[in-house]
């Protein structure tokens, strides 16, 4: 299971919008990797996080997303690569429906 690490980056921009969140990806390896939140949605009952890392203009990382009770939050690997081509889906399909 990856954790994250919320930054403190809830600055707004100068033109009113939001500032993007970021959060530090710790993998099982011992590496990391800072990602923009792009956002959590629902597919099929379960809930998922997008994440883009910094390093990688292309690249989304999607995890299992569950919010705890305290507002924290903790993710998880998706295992199966069907779940995980049909998370990326839902989440290219909920961005073309916002541009």
Do not use: H, Q
Not at 67 to 87: L, Q, R, Y
Request: hydrophobic letters at 35%; a negative charge.
């Amino acid at each position: 299971m990856s954790e994250a690490n919320m930054t403190n980056d809830e600055a707004r921009m100068a033109d009113g919008e939001e500032a993007p969140e970021f959060i530090t990806v710790d993998f099982t390896d011992g590496g990391s990797e800072r990602c923009e939140i792009l956002g959590v949605f629902d597919y099929e009952g379960g809930e998922y996080i997008a994440l883009a890392p910094e390093t990688d203009d292309e690249g989304v990382y999607f995890y299992v997303y569950e919010e705890n009770e305290d507002g924290s939050f903790s993710m998880g690997d998706i295992e199966d690569d069907d779940t995980w081509d049909a998370v990326a889906k839902k989440f290219e399909e909920l961005i073309e429906g916002i541009e």
